[in-house]
C-alpha cells in the first residue's frame, strides 16, 4: 500500500508540474508556439523563422517564456504533409499555432479542429478561408501585384506583349499577387496585351525553369514584359531566361528576394522586384499568437509590408535592410 501511496503522489506532481509549465507560475508565463511554414528551403521561410526566433527571445526577455518550435512540409506543394503537420502539433497541445498556410481551403480544417481543441492559430503570409483565427499577419499581396503592373507599364511605355508565370493554384498569397497585376494592367495599361496568363509554374525552381522554358519556346520572339509572383517562380524564369540568351531584352519584374536576383538586377536581367517583409511577418505573427495568448487584445489584420525595389533605390539602406535581415543572429 506503501508503495501504491507513493506512486500516486509522484504521479500527481508530474502532472501539477506539467500543469504549471503550461499555464505558468508566479510571474513567469511559459508558451510552446509552433511555426508552420509552406516549405523550409526558401530564403523567405528562413527570415520568417528568424523573426519568430527575435520574437520569442524578446519575450522571454520581457518575463514571458517562449518556446518556438519551427517545422514545415519538405515540398511546398504537400499539402498532407502540412496537415499532418497541424494535427501533429494539435495532438501535443501547444500553447498556439502560427501558420501560412499552403492551400487556403484544405488547411480550414485542421485549423477549426486545433481551435476546438484548445490550441489557436495566428495566419501568416497567405490567407485561409476561415474566422476561426486569431490574426491574420501578411503582406498586401494585390497591392504587391499592383505594384510590379506599374513597373512593368512603366517599363514598357504603356504598351507591349507580357506574359504572366503564375505559381500554383490554391495559394492564396499569389492569387492575389496574380489578381492585383492583371486587374492593373487591363485597368491601367490598355494597349498592353496579355499573351499568357493561365500557365502554372509549381513547387520548385525547376519546375519553374521548365514552365518558363515552354513559354519561351511559344512566345519568346514577341514577348517583351514578364511578371512572376513569387522567389521560386522568379528564379525559374531567370535561368530560363539566361539559358536562351533572352536575360536583359525582355522587361522583368519578379518578386522576393535572393543574392542571385540582386546580382540579376545589378546585370540588368530583372528590372524590379517586389519584396515583402518576411523577417517582420515571423516576429510579428509569433508575437501577436503570444499577446493573445496572454488575453491581450489584438488586430484581426496585420499588414507587413511590401516594397518595389530597382536599380535606382537598391543601395538605399532602408533597402539594404530589406534585403538582407540579420539571419545569422537568430539561426545559429
Same mark, same amino acid.
Given at each position: ?9 509522484? !504521479? ?11 499555464? /505558468? ?10 511555426? !508552420? ?11 520568417? *523563422? $528568424?523573426?519568430?526566433?527575435?520574437? $520569442? ?8 517564456? +517562449? ?28 500553447? @498556439? ?10 488547411? +480550414? ?8 481543441? /484548445? ?25 504587391? /501585384? ?13 504598351? @507591349? ?5 503564375? &505559381?500554383?493554384? @490554391? ?11 492583371? #486587374?492593373? !494592367?487591363?485597368? #491601367? &495599361? ?8 493561365? #500557365? ?44 536562351? @540568351? ?24 530583372? *528590372?524590379?522586384?517586389?519584396? %515583402? ?5 515571423? &516576429? ?13 487584445? +489584438? ?20 533597402? %539594404?535592410?530589406?534585403? *538582407?535581415?540579420?539571419?545569422? %543572429? &537568430?539561426?545559429?
Amino acid at each position: 500500500m506503501m508503495r501504491k501511496a507513493i506512486l500516486i503522489l509522484a !504521479i500527481l506532481m508530474v502532472a501539477f508540474s506539467l500543469s504549471c509549465n503550461r499555464s /505558468g507560475s508566479g510571474n513567469t508565463k511559459k508558451l510552446t508556439i509552433a511555426v !508552420i511554414p509552406k516549405g523550409t528551403s526558401h530564403e523567405f521561410w528562413k527570415s520568417i *523563422h $528568424a523573426g519568430s526566433i527575435k520574437a $520569442a527571445q524578446e519575450l522571454s526577455a520581457q518575463g514571458t517564456q +517562449v518556446e518556438v518550435i519551427w517545422k514545415g512540409p519538405l515540398r511546398e506543394d504537400d499539402r498532407e504533409q502540412q496537415i499532418q503537420v497541424v494535427e501533429g502539433f494539435t495532438s501535443q497541445g501547444v500553447n @498556439g499555432i502560427v501558420l501560412a498556410p499552403l492551400d487556403n481551403h484544405a488547411l +480550414v480544417r485542421p485549423v477549426e479542429e486545433a481551435k476546438t481543441a /484548445g490550441v489557436p492559430t495566428v495566419i501568416i503570409d497567405s490567407a485561409l478561408d476561415s474566422n476561426s483565427i486569431v490574426s491574420f499577419v501578411a503582406t498586401d499581396n494585390r497591392k504587391g /501585384g499592383v505594384l510590379a503592373a506599374d513597373r512593368l507599364g512603366e517599363l514598357l511605355g504603356g504598351k @507591349g506583349k507580357v506574359i504572366l508565370l503564375r &505559381y500554383a493554384e @490554391g495559394s492564396a498569397s499569389t492569387q492575389d499577387r496574380e489578381d492585383g497585376f492583371l #486587374q492593373e !494592367i487591363k485597368q #491601367q &495599361y490598355p494597349n498592353i496585351e496579355l499573351i499568357s496568363t493561365d #500557365q502554372y509554374a509549381g513547387a520548385t525552381r525547376d519546375t519553374a525553369k521548365r514552365a518558363s522554358e515552354n513559354l519561351l519556346n511559344r512566345f519568346g520572339d514577341e514577348v517583351q514584359g514578364i511578371f512572376c509572383p513569387n522567389e521560386s517562380t522568379t528564379a525559374g524564369m531567370l535561368s530560363a531566361l539566361q539559358d536562351a @540568351g533572352k536575360a536583359g531584352k525582355v522587361s522583368f519584374i519578379g518578386f522576393d528576394t535572393s543574392q542571385s536576383f540582386i546580382d540579376a538586377m545589378r546585370a540588368k536581367q530583372l *528590372h524590379g522586384i517586389v519584396v %515583402q517583409n518576411p523577417f517582420n511577418m515571423g &516576429y510579428l505573427g509569433v508575437r501577436t499568437m503570444v499577446e493573445s495568448s496572454l488575453g491581450k487584445p +489584438v488586430q484581426k489584420r496585420i499588414d507587413t509590408g511590401v516594397t518595389m525595389i530597382t536599380l535606382d533605390n537598391l543601395d538605399a539602406a532602408e533597402t %539594404q535592410a530589406l534585403l *538582407h535581415p540579420p539571419l545569422d %543572429q &537568430y539561426l545559429k
